[in-house]
């Protein structure tokens, strides 16, 4: 079964197991190999959760307490699952396929599979999927075209959705709090019931369909249910603190009377309650009546002690609590930086990146992390007037949301028909107004420039997906990276700085509920832990002529004030005695790590550390085995031949 995001993928048994199992740490080691079948693993940031994942997963079909025909995993974007497809890849190795595969795929790429398996079993025709929301909703309202609000109006219809609300519901239940469009609830409620109406007229699917059809098919036909569960019968979830309703009605469906089920997820990572997640799922199991084992991560071996240290302070400003440390070595402070107004962090952020630059940090290896997108883009253009390249890897809401619109349709026939319904319409102004649905024009452009390059051979929307990430962006290889704290989350530079911490952008205006106001403090904690080893927090004291000032959530942060302790005697009189010999044998070994980390574009300490050279130098017999003995398993593997063989030139060099 391959569709969409769905793959089946091979995992070899008979692999010696230390390979698996000896660079988890106590923690790590314990979720991987717990016989428990219910299991709630609670992984902070930087704690190894995709590791753990897909170790996991490894691990039950190399013990055979799991079939890997039988295994599903679920998560919650296309870059998550590609990643994980690519460590069971690794873990794998380079074997032929075998008949024993390993399921993985997004919540509606797995539901739009077994849908259309359902559909081919009935003998029916599978209806066809919505290819351009947009134009449905303007004939929903009885418009020519949509309005500058038809982003936020379809968001809305996606929250009602995973929020199990029917048009009806949605008077009833939503209150004046929880409500953000320019529009009455009564409003929307017209327009999302016309939307709904038109959608069985015209005989399609929208992405929230794929999941309530087929959670609504199993609860009204039991044959249909018990052959889901036999088809998936070991189900593991990524981000499991952002299932919404809908999703996790999906789960239930999926476990049934005997679950087995391994989630992995961050309550302090919870920032989708406005999309209609709900982490009170992942916290509680509503419905699930096997008792579950918990099993924590608190170990960060992301970023440093300050970081670490900032980012739970973080937390307990916003009345939460995360038990995280950091396993990392220290690093420097967190750099608090005041500003007179707009202008004025404009410039003293320009300024800090460019110092970072000239400190030996790549631009690739910076970001600059805003709340809103309006900062985002006014920081954006400012850099790029100041001579700072910028990555362009940035996507505005309606232009990502449109991407994933292209990027699952199932043909050629089907691109060229989503692609014409956008284009084909009225030329939009190209007023601020408008500026969201001229983005989403520049996508089907881009659809429509791909099939003009590939007019042989079959093309789909993944296929285009791939394009568009490589050959159908420019100017991505080098850069900063400008993104809002929503967009960075499951990524990591090693140098972020924060722009316009203060109130009214974090905590954001709109957040009035406390859970609201905790969602906030559990996005600047997702945007702390983002820095692998500098962190740079701005706010301004006026904004747009208002007081601004620094944001509660940062109030009395620790910066962790750097100052390097001194080495033990006897690290000085070794470091000593090789400084008077020139000792050639680390200077092989560092400039190695120079060249290598310039490479990468990684700071030199992020690869390998002076003090893990030091333990390695230090050793009697210096071969992989020794060198995985400081460095682990992994990174050992990878590091032992490069250092051994700057270890050999430094000898031969020598005479030795």
Not at 408 to 415: C, K, P, T, Y
Request: hydrophobic fraction near 40%; charged fraction near 25%.
């Amino acid at each position: 079964m391959t569709v969409n995001d769905v793959d089946a993928l091979p995992l070899v048994s008979q692999r010696q197991r230390h390979l698996l199992l000896d660079d988890l740490d106590p923690d790590q080691y314990e979720a991987v190999t717990t016989t428990a079948d219910v299991v709630v693993v609670r992984a902070g940031a930087g704690s190894g959760k995709t590791t753990v994942l897909t170790r996991r997963i490894a691990w039950r079909v190399d013990t055979e307490s799991a079939n890997a025909r039988h295994v599903l995993a679920i998560t919650f974007t296309r870059q998550a699952a590609g990643e994980l497809r690519r460590r069971l890849r690794q873990l794998a190795g380079e074997t032929e396929r075998e008949s024993h595969l390993v399921t993985a795929g997004t919540f509606h790429a797995v539901a739009l599979s077994l849908l259309r398996q359902r559909r081919e079993d009935q003998g029916k025709q599978m209806p066809n999927v919505l290819n351009n929301r947009y134009a449905l909703l303007s004939a929903a309202r009885g418009t020519e075209r949509p309005g500058d609000e038809s982003y936020d109006i379809l968001n809305m219809i996606d929250w009602a959705h995973a929020r199990l609300l029917s048009p009806a519901d949605v008077v009833k239940r939503l209150s004046a709090s929880e409500w953000r469009l320019n529009i009455t609830i009564n409003s929307f409620a017209d327009i999302f019931h016309a939307y709904e109406t038109m959608k069985r007229k015209r005989g399609v699917l929208d992405m929230n369909d794929m999941i309530s059809l087929v959670v609504k098919e199993a609860r009204e036909q039991p044959q249909f249910a018990d052959s889901i569960r036999w088809q998936f019968r070991h189900v593991h979830v990524d981000e499991a603190q952002d299932m919404n309703p809908l999703q996790y009605a999906f789960l239930q469906l999926l476990l049934g009377d005997r679950p087995d089920v391994f989630l992995v997820g961050d309550p302090n990572q919870a920032i989708y309650g406005f999309n209609g997640a709900d982490n009170s799922l992942f916290d509680e199991l509503p419905g699930i009546d096997t008792p579950a084992t918990i099993i924590n991560l608190p170990s960060n071996y992301r970023c440093s002690p300050q970081i670490v240290t900032g980012a739970v302070h973080v937390l307990a400003n916003g009345s939460q609590h995360a038990d995280a440390v950091s396993r990392r070595h220290d690093g420097r402070a967190i750099e608090l930086i005041r500003c007179q107004d707009d202008d004025d962090e404009l410039r003293q952020l320009t300024s800090h990146i460019k110092n970072l630059a000239s400190d030996g940090f790549t631009w690739n290896s910076i970001a600059v992390l805003a709340r809103t997108n309006q900062l985002a883009t006014n920081i954006a253009r400012a850099l790029t007037a100041n001579d700072i390249p910028l990555k362009e890897s940035r996507l505005g809401q309606a232009e990502q949301a449109a991407l994933s619109e292209a990027s699952a349709l199932g043909s050629r026939h089907a691109m060229t028909a989503w692609s014409s319904d956008i284009l084909d319409q009225e030329t939009l102004d190209e007023d601020d107004e408008l500026i969201v649905q001229q983005s989403v024009r520049e996508v089907a452009l881009k659809v429509r420039e791909y099939l003009d390059e590939n007019r042989h051979g079959v093309v789909d929307g993944r296929s285009f997906a791939s394009w568009f990430s490589g050959a159908g962006r420019e100017d991505e290889s080098t850069g900063v990276e400008v993104l809002t704290f929503h967009a960075a989350k499951g990524r990591e530079w090693p140098a972020v700085l924060l722009a316009g911490v203060e109130p009214g952008l974090l905590p954001h205006s709109s957040a009035r509920t406390d859970e609201a106001k905790r969602e906030e403090a559990r996005l600047a904690y997702v945007a702390c832990t983002r820095a692998a080893d500098r962190l740079l927090i701005t706010w301004a004291d006026t904004r747009g002529g208002n007081r601004a000032g620094p944001s509660p959530l940062i109030r009395g942060i620790p910066t962790g004030e750097w100052s390097p302790a001194p080495p033990p005697d006897s690290v000085r009189e070794r470091n000593t005695k090789r400084r008077q010999t020139k000792d050639p044998r680390k200077t092989a070994v560092m400039t190695w790590r120079a060249h290598a980390a310039r490479v990468a574009g990684l700071p030199e300490q992020s690869l390998i550390t002076d003090s893990e050279i030091e333990r390695i130098l230090a050793t009697q017999t210096i071969d992989e085995v020794s060198i995985m003995t400081v460095v682990g398993e992994l990174r050992g593997r990878r590091l032992a031949p490069r250092i051994i063989a700057a270890l050999d030139g430094a000898d031969h060099d020598e005479g030795v």
